[in-house]
């Protein structure tokens, strides 16, 4: 693997199977990094809005990138979110590189981080969870107009938008002052002896410094893939936040990316595979 090497790779909310994913920047990012450890900080898969009709080659191209990797030896942690949480009936679960898990607990140059998505601090996902479904889907049909309208700017020579990113932030004003919930994630982390506390859920990077009760604490937030491109990645004993410029052009796929088959391409490739295939 070619890369920028790093200890650890932290990324959260691809949303994968929505058309509000960005599956060639998240491809460009793997690509584009050599981590000992990868870990898929949740909402990766989104079930919620999954639907076997919309999971396009390129987010599939996403997850066999993930599998390249692990068969080059990359360990893979991925944590359960709100919007995968159907795999939270599994977690804790290890099949060679691959681990699932609700947490995880890393102890590096004498220092602990926690890592896991963050949804279990937010009362509203638990309380009103049909009025989280119920926000997720205008997202979702906000995203379907965005990618629809997006080739009509393009012909005008603007760049691309986000409206969903775009109305959250005249919502949103202050991002990176800690809210309530990040404050209440801060604290018991603080009791359980971390130093550092990574999460995902809010699709809001930040990378914040407080103390809680005399003990120094550092949050961060990994962001999301959707709207912000983000990463917290580990180095040089050191964590720091990672981001791709919006700007960057998506590059064309390697030559040496295999062509994931469909339709009668992939009947035919099973049936070639079995042993008795010259019998059918």
């Not at 990094?33 to 639907?51: A, E, H, M, T, Y």
């Not at 893979?76 to 977690?91: P, Q």
């Not at 983000?230 to 998506?250: H, I, N, V």
């Not at 391409?265 to 019998?279: C, H, M, S």
């Amino acid at each position: 693997m070619e890369g920028r090497e790093l200890d650890v790779a932290v990324i959260s909310d691809l949303h994968l199977a929505t058309y509000a994913s960005k599956p060639k920047k998240v491809l460009k990012y793997l690509k584009s990094i050599c981590p000992k450890d990868l870990v898929l900080n949740g909402d990766i898969i989104d079930s919620w809005r999954f639907s076997r009709n919309y999971f396009p080659k390129n987010h599939l191209k996403v997850v066999r990138q993930i599998i390249k990797m692990m068969e080059k030896g990359v360990r893979v942690h991925y944590i359960t979110g709100n919007h995968d949480e159907f795999l939270r009936k599994f977690a804790p679960s290890k099949f060679g590189n691959l681990e699932i898990v609700n947490q995880l607990v890393l102890e590096m140059d004498g220092l602990k981080t926690l890592i896991f998505h963050g949804d279990i601090f937010d009362s509203s996902i638990h309380r009103t969870k049909w009025l989280a479904k119920v926000g997720a889907a205008a997202k979702g049909f906000l995203s379907l107009f965005n990618k629809l309208l997006n080739p009509v700017f393009q012909l005008f020579g603007k760049d691309e938008v986000i409206l969903y990113k775009n109305i959250k932030h005249r919502l949103i004003r202050d991002e990176f002052n800690l809210s309530a919930t990040e404050a209440k994630i801060l604290k018991a982390s603080a009791i359980q002896g971390y130093d550092t506390v990574i999460c995902g859920h809010t699709h809001v990077p930040k990378d914040k410094e407080a103390e809680i009760e005399g003990k120094p604490i550092r949050y961060i937030n990994c962001g999301d893939w959707v709207e912000h491109f983000t990463a917290a990645e580990y180095a040089d004993g050191r964590w720091s936040l990672f981001s791709q410029s919006e700007e960057e052009k998506d590059e064309e796929q390697q030559s040496d990316e295999l062509e994931i088959p469909e339709g009668r391409q992939l009947y035919q490739k099973i049936v070639r595979e079995f042993a008795f295939a010259n019998l059918i």
